[in-house]
């Protein structure tokens, strides 16, 4: 077989299992709302009648995806993330000038939360002498701020968040995010930083009840998830501008992996971190060029997201320059 046929091949075997996963999926609840919810975004922040162009849209992926082992599920398989890095990556966007719809799992990290606790709700707030909720003194700004720029940023039609748990929900998600912004072309960013499974079990093999530890161990056959980011570059958002991210726990396969993506997914960059350090640097893989970014260990609460996004920005602009001449 030549290289065209077994490209074909490989592809008609990709569209295949995608066609499976999507057909066996769960129907996402409520689609019908997220779909109206969507487009209205994309049109609040598409160009006015006159003006040149609307303003540019990312889809932020944030939290890990579960994998379900029952239908009514108790149990189930994770993924590690916290949700940080696309809640504090939300922020710097925003404050760039893009419109974010954050996809992300619920119950992790939100924008503009990340100088406050984790119990901010317990700890940020006290009942005063007349039996009133007040915010506790030491926590007054950052809950001020965190609460004035979520509200700013919701109002002004610059967030839209979109929560998910599931791979099958996530997924469906993600391409119906993707039909939304297929007319902004370049202007459309997707930033992958969801830990998403690699593994599940199909809908329609999973037990329905509860899995009985009385029959004794348990043998699991995981199918393999069908590998999205090249059919959302190649075929969901063929002209937008797309970054994945690599994760590893042994920084000496961390960069050829990396690499690697970039070329089998066709990405425009990936952002390869390792596991113990991702909150101190990263380093943004592209076609031509490396270039590691760290969180300035001199300034008090700075993030790796502020340098990272900056990159990331400067690399978007040039590559819809080059998209339109
Ligand atoms: C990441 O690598 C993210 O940077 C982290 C962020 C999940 C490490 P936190 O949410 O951590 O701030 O706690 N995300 C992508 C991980 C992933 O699943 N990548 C896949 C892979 O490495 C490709 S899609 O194969």
């Known amino acids: 077989m030549d290289s065209t046929n077994e490209t074909l091949t490989l592809q008609k075997k990709l569209d295949a299992e995608i066609d499976s996963f999507f057909d066996s999926a769960p129907p996402l609840k409520d689609s019908a709302n997220v779909w109206k919810r969507l487009t209205e975004f994309v049109l609040l922040n598409s160009s006015p009648p006159g003006e040149d162009r609307g303003r540019r849209i990312v889809c932020v992926t944030s939290g890990g995806t579960t994998v379900p082992l029952e239908q009514r599920c108790v149990r189930y398989i994770d993924n590690f993330s916290s949700g940080h890095r696309g809640a504090a990556s939300t922020d710097c966007f925003v404050k760039a000038g893009y419109a974010v719809i954050f996809l992300y799992r619920s119950g992790t990290c939100q924008p503009y ?68 912004l297929k007319d902004l072309g370049p202007y459309a960013v997707f930033y992958l930083a969801a830990a998403v499974s690699d593994f599940y079990v199909p809908w329609n093999s999973m037990a329905v009840h509860k899995i009985q530890s009385a029959s004794g161990p348990l043998d699991l056959q995981l199918n393999q998830v069908p590998k999205m980011l090249y059919v959302l570059r190649t075929e969901w958002a063929p002209l937008a501008f797309c970054i994945s991210f690599k994760l590893e726990t042994d920084s000496k396969i961390l960069l050829e992996k990396a690499d690697m993506a970039l070329k089998k997914y066709k990405m425009h960059a990936v952002v390869a971190n390792e596991l113990l350090t991702r909150k101190e640097e990263v380093t943004v893989v592209m076609t031509d060029e490396k270039i590691t970014v760290h969180r300035d260990k001199h300034q008090p609460g700075a993030d790796v997201e502020t340098p990272l996004i900056e990159l990331l920005i400067d690399r978007h602009s040039a590559y819809i320059l080059h998209q339109e001449f």
Not at 122 to 148: D, G, H, M, T
Not at 155 to 175: D, H, M, R, S, V
């Open 113 to 180: 939360c990340s100088s406050l606790p984790d119990d901010a709700l317990l700890e940020c707030f006290e009942i005063s002498n007349e039996s009133k909720i007040q915010v506790s003194q030491p926590y007054s700004e950052a809950v001020k701020r965190a609460i004035s720029d979520h509200q700013a940023a919701v109002a002004g039609g610059l967030l839209l968040k979109l929560p998910f748990t599931t791979i099958f929900e996530y997924l469906q998600l993600l391409k119906m995010i993707s039909q939304s």
